[in-house]
């Protein structure tokens, strides 16, 4: 079974920065797509960014798409999440997804994606 363990969330100040990771294990993922997505307090989880294990290709949501960048690094199985000018309504726990069935490229939904980490909190406040 993949496992998917989240790191780097914590406190930041609005315009200030953090880099998330999600450590990757338990499969091949030279196909899989990527995910991140987050959940703020009382909200509906919501897709952040996604890029294919390999190959080329990324996707944001637009009210990300200018700060955050997705990244991976295949030899350390990790998927990273920058985020930069981070603003208060960041504010969520951010999951890391994978989608073992790539069909239609990097899907949005939380519904299709597979395996999901634990979640890191992300607070921006100050």
């Known amino acids: 079974q993949v496992q998917l363990v989240e790191s780097g969330g914590g406190l930041v100040q609005p315009g200030g920065s953090l880099r998330l990771s999600c450590a990757a294990s338990g499969g091949t993922f030279s196909n899989y797509v990527m995910g991140w997505f987050r959940q703020a307090a009382g909200k509906e989880r919501e897709f952040v960014a996604g890029i294919r294990w390999s190959g080329g290709g990324a996707r944001y949501a637009d009210a990300v798409k200018n700060r955050f960048t997705i990244s991976r690094d295949n030899a350390e199985n990790t998927v990273y999440l920058q985020m930069n000018s981070l603003k208060p309504e960041d504010t969520a726990i951010y999951y890391c997804?994978?989608?073992?069935?790539?069909?239609?490229?990097?899907?949005?939904?939380?519904?299709?994606?597979?395996?999901w980490g634990q979640g890191t909190q992300v607070t921006v406040s100050s």
């Open positions: 997804a994978v989608d073992v069935r790539v069909i239609s490229g990097i899907l949005a939904t939380s519904s299709a994606y597979d395996y």
